[in-house]
């Protein structure tokens, strides 16, 4: 099982960006990112949800539907 964390850190490096380049390009704080991808911070904001499927070029309900699944499956 895969937490949101690194769904994120997969999609990201899929993409092929640097945490650097991720935090750039979403508008997001590279510190914030990473926090999230190592499970610092397990419940972001739906509005950094967002910023980051954008940038992942995924929909924002696929990233919050892992969510619900991984909830439901513990």
Do not use: C, W
């Amino acid at each position: 099982m895969t937490g949101i964390g690194e769904r994120i850190r997969v999609l990201r490096l899929g993409k092929g960006l640097s945490v650097n380049q991720f935090a750039n390009q979403s508008g997001v704080s590279k510190s914030y990112i990473s926090n999230i991808e190592r499970g610092v911070q397990k419940n972001p904001s739906l509005s950094v949800m967002r910023k980051l499927a954008l940038t992942l070029d995924v929909p924002l309900e696929d990233l919050l539907s892992h969510v619900n699944d991984q909830s439901n499956a513990e």
